[in-house]
């Protein structure tokens, strides 16, 4: 039930197509999904779990630059060829 909300994605022929996890069946044990496209869907667990955004673990993920850090290397960069 705590999935009711999330986002999803679900590769099919080679296209992936997003979509929004709406309800939950407890006697069926099976979550709807909406996709972007209006199309709908249902899923138990096993399947609904993959659709998921991977999470990277916040001790092995690298903290990536924003565009202001770059741009201080790439002018550190250009002082150090003055020399």
Request: one cysteine or more; a negative charge.
């Amino acid at each position: 039930r705590d999935y009711i909300g999330k986002r999803v994605a679900r590769t099919f022929d080679g296209t992936v197509y997003h979509g929004t996890v709406t309800a939950y069946d407890a006697d069926a044990k099976w979550w709807r999904i909406r996709y972007d496209d209006d199309d709908e869907e249902e899923r138990n667990a096993q399947q609904l779990l993959p659709m998921f955004p991977q999470r990277c673990d916040s001790a092995k993920s690298k903290k990536r630059k924003t565009r202001d850090e770059v741009d201080d290397d790439d002018d550190d960069d250009d002082d150090d060829d003055d020399d």
